[in-house]
């Protein structure tokens, strides 16, 4: 399998959009992730010089660990991999540190920095068979346009019909799907767990 991604510079920053997971050729989707903001996946090599010298550039990527951990998942839960994984994101500034990035976003959208990026339309939405949330449990009271994203997100999987899941804490936020540590096999597990129980049986009653 590898990664694809479309990359850009704007103002100071990197931006990664139109991220997915390739597995064997065809192009149809298998399901799709939101999750927080791009993490450490990069362009290598020609590609990395054709985005600093073009300003945006598509390529294949790194595989970063959370990218490893959802390929895991994929093996693990699903037996034929032919397709894509969709990764979408709240927010698209790319940065390794959750407080980190959410304040940056913050930043980017209070001083009219960030850029337009349009949530995908509900046709996109619907080509997923299903979605998996994981946009961490981070939670401040400043966050406006943060806890808006979010929102936004939950409103559009409604709209969608799109069957969800994810592993939820107390406080009804999900869990990023790759944590740090030695918790990061448990929530490997738990993910196949909420796959197994809540999508799967929907896929066979369409068989």
């Not at 010298?53 to 037996?79: C, P, V, W, Y």
């Not at 990035?101 to 299903?130: C, D, V």
């Not at 929102?151 to 406080?171: A, T």
Request: hydrophobic content about 35%; some cysteine; proline content about 4%.
């Amino acid at each position: 399998m590898k990664a694809i991604a479309t990359f850009q510079l704007i103002g100071e920053e990197v931006y990664r959009t139109n991220t997915y997971i390739q597995f064997g050729t065809s192009r149809k989707s298998l399901g799709a992730v939101v999750m927080l903001n791009p993490g450490s996946a990069d362009l290598q090599g020609e590609a990395r010089k054709k985005l600093i010298m073009n300003g945006s550039h598509t390529d294949e990527t790194t595989i970063d660990n959370t990218m490893r951990q959802l390929i895991q998942f994929m093996k693990e839960a699903h037996t034929n991999l032919d397709g894509r994984l969709h990764i979408y994101n709240l927010f698209y500034v790319r940065n390794t540190n959750g407080v980190e990035s959410i304040n940056l976003f913050e930043h980017l959208k209070a001083t009219g920095k960030y850029p337009t990026i349009a949530l995908p339309s509900l046709f996109e939405m619907t080509q997923h068979p299903w979605l998996l949330i994981g946009w961490g449990v981070e939670k401040r009271s400043k966050w406006k346009y943060f806890e808006k994203e979010k929102r936004e997100w939950l409103q559009l999987i409604q709209d969608s019909g799109i069957p969800s899941f994810g592993i939820l804490s107390e406080n009804n936020e999900y869990y990023h799907p790759c944590p740090r540590g030695p918790v990061k096999t448990e929530r490997l597990q738990q993910l196949i767990e909420a796959y197994n129980s809540n999508i799967k049986p929907l896929s066979i009653k369409k068989l």
